[in-house]
Nanobody, 122 residues
Framework: QVQFVESGGGLVQPGGSLRLSCAPS????????MGWYRQVPGKQRELVAV???????NYADSVKGRFTISRDNAKNTVFLQMNSLKPEDTAVYYC????????????????WGQGTQVTVSS
């Protein structure tokens, strides 16, 4: 079964920037919606941003104007450019994709990445 793998997390100072990437580990028939979620200990996982195959986007209010989601359909990759980072952005960031691995599959399903830690601290 294909897995989605995130990269790009790390430690950054407040006001800094990071760029996250997420791509499948193998071939995949079609990816419909790609998105980023985040979670801190003791809290529910929350939506950060999503992008459809047509390029429509939606953002959490807390990141509007600071984060930008984009995708490269040729490479099946989704990106999250995070600027003006704040300590409250500290979380594990997860990639979630609605995708169909094989043409013969009954339909699309959700795929989650393993998560990448983002820490914003001086």
């Amino acid at each position: 079964q294909v897995q989605f793998v995130e990269s790009g997390g790390g430690l950054v100072q407040p006001g800094g920037s990071l760029r996250l990437s997420c791509a499948p580990s193998g071939s995949i028939f079609n990816i419909y919606v790609m998105g980023w979620y985040r979670q801190v200990p003791g809290k529910q996982r929350e939506l950060v941003a999503v992008i459809t195959s047509g390029g429509s986007t939606n953002y959490a209010d807390s990141v509007k104007g600071r984060f930008t989601i984009s995708r490269d359909n040729a490479k099946n990759t989704v990106f999250l450019q995070m600027n003006s980072l704040k300590p409250e952005d500290t979380a594990v960031y997860y990639c979630k994709c609605v995708a169909q691995q094989y043409r013969s599959d009954f339909g699309p399903r959700d795929y989650w990445g393993q998560g990448t830690q983002v820490t914003v601290s001086s």
